[in-house]
């Protein structure tokens, strides 16, 4: 009782807002009026996730180009320095996840944002500096701490904007930003190879480039982006009020909470089983996209062409990246499960791991590595699919963070499965490749039963009764629900 009353305290003004969207609406909006204001908030929010995503993908991957570009002889790193960056970062990664659970549920995600984006820009611009390992790696930890709230807040400003079927859309246009990455990063890695090296030539510029980008977009958050309806400017205080309480009745969702408590995370992790295959199936699939987004271009050299080569015929992997999101998000609008959209994505994934390890003709190694990037939507399907099958703001910023940390370990693993010892073909790692994407396969398959038997059960006990009743209190789960349906 005393920790209910201290969430109650703690809340008052989201209890206000939350009788507030109890209350009737003046004038409901019609059909015509709800398409024009998606269209706008469409208009405000998408393109800057879809910079933000992009961006974090440049942010990382622009390593993988300094790469053939001379940085290790530049800062002059030798062995398996060059895989311990990645693995570095990703290891911070992980671990900040921990605090960002409380912290993106207590400070609005718009603020949250911005602040790891401006981290994000200040730490890459300062790559541009750096002339030894230990430089190297400080910067890197800096941008792992910012990147680790990137993923978790555009996700949650997804689920508190759009109801579970609107946001399967937006995931997959703002994700195209990974595969919209790879390609641009490739043209800044061909352009700044034909700059003259020098203090601030070659792979410095393209560091102190992206940075800025990164400052530039962080200040586009701080004056447009808005946490959720209820605080929307550019709405009206009817559209506000419409769409906070549409995602109220369809999401089950008060978008405007700041509640956080330790019982429901403790009961998140111990008393249900799907977030652990969904932390396994996002770690497998990490593990593949980790190794090929930071060793792709490597790869692509051993092959037997040019730094300049190298950075054109990555370009392709983003296009394969865009093609495969678009394809996931087709499969969501028509009703195809997600658990489908996954086993079709993994099967192309599979069959490029498998022409990378074991073909021998050139076009086809290619084809390979191009083909493997089919499993790069994997993670943003999961984690929609999580979303949408889990009720409660703590239990949803929790879920957030364990894909997120799950994407961390994967890309711990990924690189370190590239030793210099085995170069130049890497026949451990690319065996790796293989076994982790059929695994993310099964386990997808597991997780589909799991939530098939969880609805048989509420079916068989007859437990269709309306689940507005338990809206009063946001904290709830899907656990606690008995009239909650989960989709496949």
């Known amino acids: 009782m005393s920790d209910e009353k201290a969430s109650i305290s703690d809340t008052k003004s989201d209890s206000v807002d939350e009788l507030k969207l109890a209350e009737p609406l003046e004038r409901p909006l019609n059909e015509h009026e709800v398409k024009a204001s998606l269209r706008r908030i469409d208009l405000r929010l998408v393109p800057i996730m879809l910079a933000c995503w992009t961006l974090q993908f440049i942010d990382k991957v622009v390593l993988n ?6 940085l290790q002889k530049d ?5 398996d320095q060059f895989s311990w960056l990645a693995t570095s970062f990703f290891i911070v990664f992980s671990i900040v996840q921990i605090p960002g659970v409380y912290f993106l549920s207590r400070i609005p995600v718009n603020i949250y944002l911005g602040c790891h984006m401006l981290l994000c820009g200040i730490a890459v611009a300062c790559t541009a500096a750096c002339n030894n390992y230990a430089s190297l790696v400080v910067v890197r930890v800096l941008l792992a701490i910012g990147e680790s709230g990137l993923g978790p807040s555009l996700s949650l400003v997804t689920m508190k904007w759009y109801t579970r079927d609107e946001a399967s859309k937006r995931y997959g246009v703002w994700y195209c930003g990974l595969g919209l990455g790879q390609i641009i990063g490739g043209i800044m890695s061909f352009g700044f190879q034909h700059v003259q090296r020098g ?4 792979w410095r510029g393209m560091f102190l480039v992206t940075g800025f980008l990164n400052i530039l977009v962080a200040l586009w958050i701080f004056l447009v982006f808005t946490d959720n309806p209820t605080s929307a400017k550019f709405l009206s205080p009817a559209e506000r009020a419409f769409f906070s309480r549409r995602l109220l009745s369809e999401n089950k969702y008060v978008v405007n909470t700041r509640r956080f408590r330790f019982s429901q995370v ?9 977030i652990l295959l969904a932390f396994l199936i996002s770690a497998a699939c990490s593990l593949q996209s980790g190794a090929v987004s930071t060793f792709s271009s490597t790869i692509i050299l051993g092959f037997g062409y040019n730094s300049k080569e190298a950075a054109l015929l990555n370009m392709p992997s983003g296009a394969v990246s865009i093609i495969s999101s678009l394809a996931a998000t087709w499969f969501v609008e028509n009703n195809v499960p997600r658990s489908v959209a996954m086993l079709v994505l993994v099967a192309p994934a599979i069959t490029g791991a498998a022409l990378m390890s074991f073909a021998k003709a050139k076009a086809a190694l290619l084809l390979g590595i191009w083909l493997i990037n089919t499993i790069t939507p994997i993670l943003i399907v999961a984690m929609s699919w999580s979303q949408a099958n889990c009720a409660g703001h703590t239990k949803r910023v929790v879920y957030n963070a364990v894909i997120m940390i799950a994407f961390g370990v994967g890309n711990i693993c990924g690189p370190q499965t590239f030793r210099a010892k085995d170069a130049p073909r890497y026949w451990p790692a690319k065996i790796s490749m293989v076994a982790a994407t059929g695994l993310s396969g099964l386990l997808t398959v597991v997780l589909l039963m799991i939530y098939v038997m969880r609805n048989r059960r509420r079916r068989m006990l007859g437990s269709e009764h309306a689940v507005e009743d338990n809206l009063k ?3 709830k789960t899907d656990l606690d629900m008995p009239g909650f349906r989960y989709v496949y």
């Not at 180009?65 to 001379?70: D, S």
């Open 199 to 202: 203090s601030f030539g070659s």
């Open 473 to 475: 209190d946001d904290e």
């Open 266 to 274: 403790i009961s998140t992790l111990t008393s249900d089983v799907a």
């Open 65 to 70: 180009y300094a790469n053939i570009m001379g």
């Open 75 to 79: 800062t002059g790193l030798h062995g």
